[in-house]
Nanobody, 117 residues
Framework: VQLQASGGGLAQAGGSLRLSCVVS????????MAWFRQAPGKERVLVAA???????NYADSVKGRFTISRDNAKNMVLLQMNDLKAEDTAVYYC????????????WGRGTLVTVSS
């Protein structure tokens, strides 16, 4: 399984960016998918997750601003980020979890999001 994330870049505070992650593999629809982020000097944290059945959860810091979605036909998971803040600056990682797994066991390379205030 390989994950390829894209869509990072520079945005102004209050602006928007959309991250995409394409996943290779035959059973994408059953994977739990998530976006994590790691800010400079900080630990990697969960931003948003969507299960194969569609259950979604968000970190409190992004609720109401970020939206995670998935397109099983395209093996893709998206993260729409609106009303960006300087504190959203981080490297964002796409991750996948096979059904029955507790930990995310597949990771893509990160994509950098920089928000200028």
């Amino acid at each position: 399984v390989q994950l390829q994330a894209s869509g990072g870049g520079l945005a102004q505070a209050g602006g928007s960016l959309r991250l995409s992650c394409v996943v290779s593999g035959r059973t994408f629809s059953t994977f739990g998918m998530a976006w994590f982020r790691q800010a400079p000097g900080k630990e990697r944290v969960l931003v948003a997750a969507i299960r194969g059945g569609g259950v979604i959860n968000y970190a409190d810091s992004v609720k109401g601003r970020f939206t995670i979605s998935r397109d099983n036909a395209k093996n893709m998971v998206l993260l729409q980020m609106n009303d960006l803040k300087a504190e959203d600056t981080a490297v964002y990682y796409c991750a996948a979890r096979e059904i029955g797994q507790i930990e995310y066991n597949f990771w893509g390379r990160g994509t950098l999001v920089t928000v200028s205030s």
